[in-house]
């Protein structure tokens, strides 16, 4: 009878082990998902945050740029004597119009690209995340 009592305590201390180690390790588990999870997901807000900076730049440079040549195109205009020479310059950005567009399709074009390029990037990590969960 003792030995039956002995055993049914071990059994009992064994289970409750087995409980305790099993409990320990899905909170080890829950914070290295946590901890991973929130390193993850301040590498994409740190990508995000670049991307938008360089984003911001290219969009900035693209507009002084073409702010530069209006106002290099308004002063040739005012700098213009006779009306005949007013017309050779209208009649010249006329003509830079077809490259005016073309730079500015291509900046939008690139500037979309970049935009991808950001989300593919900030997507990355989450993802890797994502993958390890499973």
């Known amino acids: 009878m003792r030995r039956t009592k002995n055993a049914s305590q071990k059994r009992r201390q064994v289970a409750q082990e087995a409980q305790d180690t099993t409990t320990r390790i899905e909170r080890l588990y829950q914070e ?15 990508e995000f945050n670049d991307g938008v900076q360089h984003i ?7 507009s002084v740029r073409s702010l530069e040549q209006v106002f290099h195109a308004w002063q040739q205009f005012l700098d213009a004597g006779p009306l005949r020479q ?16 073309e730079a500015y399709v291509g900046e939008i074009s690139r500037l979309g690209e970049m935009y991808l390029d950001v989300t593919r990037r900030v997507s990355k990590p989450l993802g890797q995340v994502r993958k390890r969960a499973r």
Do not use: D, P
Request: charged share 10%; aromatic share 10%.
């Open 32 to 46: 290295a998902a946590t901890t991973g999870l929130k390193t993850m997901t301040s590498q994409s807000v740190g």
């Open 86 to 101: 007013a017309f050779a310059i209208q009649a010249r950005y006329a003509q830079n119009a077809q490259n005016a567009y």
């Open 56 to 62: 911001a730049h290219e969009m900035n440079t693209y």
